[in-house]
């Protein structure tokens, strides 16, 4: 038994923002799958919810006119992980979505819920980041849209303004179009675990042998989720061998802020980085079409 | 705060009065008596409260039974059928896939959903599948070999 003081259910996008115009307090739930959790720890007492689980809209993944992917911040991570669209199209965030806890949390926990919880070690940022994922917000006021790497200020707090609610997550194409991508969650069990590192690398190549771009989006390598600029700039247009691979994995370090936590000390997430950016990015380059590295 | 709800469990129609606060296995234990369901970690780690809603496998000690309204519910007690049991349950039988037993009523609700939707599970994926599920005695290979019976027949 939870102690809630108060309780609406939303059935549209519009009856959300109302609510939420009117009781600012307010907490949202959509999965419960965090919510609840903290509830339950006493992090939380008489809390007012305003439920999203009924408002079907903002569960769609769609493909816009402008090939823009839309995913409803209601999309679970089971709902993405089976969904064609994003099979084809972002397998790399498929993969990410298949590390998060077990197939009971999968089908509860949503992607709207795991961005705006703000933590760190959120299964779907990584990846969101690599892809310079686009937020679309809702609130009385009106439409605001935020890349995701300023969305996250600090750990637990996000740029969710009161009365704004999260909508929809947008993947433009030149950000999925004609990349490879690869998402490793470091941790001690396979399944029902929060990563002690996580890290997406996508690579779009130049030919057989170049890089092109290549982007890195780290978890817990940081207050917040990160990307790693100085090994992104390094990576263009070199020639794809030991050495430049090596040399990325060494770059992706210095834009990390690792710490210590009761989970790894800095000194060993830094070597995770270093080693697991490089395992990433050869697994990247080889869905993007390039020859496998040694 | 009173809420109505009307669901059904184990085919059957429940229409009541709840407090928004209080959980899908709370209801189901204590209202209804199916005490087939089990309270383990309480947060979602455990999958000892796993229930089907609308055929999926859930973790009821997360679900607020508000959630629950106009959905369809199938505890361990509504898996046998005029008490005959499952062929995945017969397979837990025979491969001693049970030790003190309290995680046993959500391994069958999610093997019996593997079963259900007729799809081909490798040993790999069959484990994916169970990975919401702890079993403290630590019996996981006769668990997971009664499934992959039960998948087989």
């Known amino acids: 038994m939870y102690l809630i003081e108060d309780y609406a259910e939303a059935k549209t996008v519009a009856d959300a923002i109302d609510i939420l115009a009117s009781n600012p307090g307010w907490h949202i739930i959509a999965g419960g799958t965090d ?17 999203l689980r009924r408002i079907e809209t903002l569960r769609t993944v769609w493909k816009e006119e402008n090939e823009n992917i839309s995913i409803g911040s209601l999309a679970t991570f089971k709902d993405i992980a ?28 949503t992607i709207g819920g795991n961005i705006c919880n703000g933590i760190p070690s959120a299964d779907s940022a990584p990846v969101l980041f690599a892809l310079n994922a686009i937020l679309k917000l809702q609130s009385k006021e009106g439409e605001r849209v935020v890349p995701i790497q300023e969305f996250y200020l600090s ?34 069990r396979k399944a029902m675990d ?24 780290l978890g817990v390598a940081g207050p917040t989720p990160l990307r790693c600029i100085l090994a992104e700039e390094y990576a263009m247009d070199k020639v794809i061998n030991e050495i430049t691979i090596a040399e990325i994995g060494k770059a992706a370090v210095q834009s990390a802020k690792a710490r210590t936590s009761w989970r790894a000390s800095k000194e060993y997430r830094e070597h995770l980085i270093e080693e ?19 | 705060m009173l809420k109505k709800i009307n669901f059904t469990v184990n085919g059957k129609t429940e229409s009541m009065e709840i407090d928004v606060g209080e959980t899908l296995l709370e209801i189901l234990r204590e209202r209804l ?50 008490g005959v049991l499952s062929k995945l349950q017969k397979a837990f039988i025979a491969e001693g896939a049970i030790q003190c037993g309290y995680c046993t009523p959500g391994f069958v ?17 069959v484990k994916q ?16 070999r009664a499934v992959m019976k039960a998948l087989k027949q």
């Open chain 1, 35 to 51: 919510l609840l959790i903290k509830m339950h720890h006493g992090k939380l007492d008489k809390v007012q919810l305003l439920s």
């Open chain 1, 82 to 109: 089976n969904h064609p669209l994003i099979q084809q199209s972002i397998p790399v965030l498929v993969e990410a979505a298949m590390t998060m806890g077990g197939p009971q949390i999968r089908s509860m926990a």
């Open chain 1, 155 to 188: 750990p637990g707090q996000v740029d969710l303004k009161p009365g704004e609610l999260l909508t929809d997550i947008l993947i433009t194409p030149d950000n999925y179009q004609y990349f490879g991508g690869c998402y490793i969650k470091f941790t001690m």
């Open chain 1, 194 to 217: 929060i990563a002690t590192l996580g890290v997406a690398v996508i690579c779009k190549l130049k030919g057989k042998d170049r890089f092109g771009q290549v982007r890195i989006g």
């Open chain 1, 276 to 294: 697991l950016t490089q395992r990433a990015l050869k697994i990247a380059i080889t869905r993007a079409g390039g020859a496998e590295c040694a």
């Open chain 2, 33 to 82: 008596h199916l005490t087939g369901v089990k309270k383990g970690c309480a947060v979602g780690e455990c999958g000892a409260c796993t229930v089907l809603i609308d055929g999926t496998p859930t973790n009821s000690c997360i679900y607020l039974a508000v959630w629950a309204d106009g959905r369809e519910i199938v505890t361990v007690e509504g898996i046998a059928k005029g």
């Open chain 2, 109 to 125: 609700v999610t093997g019996t959903a593997m079963v259900e939707s007729g799809k081909h599970y490798s040993r790999e994926e």
């Open chain 2, 129 to 144: 599948e169970l990975a919401g599920h702890l079993c403290r005695c630590t019996g996981y290979q006769n668990i997971i």
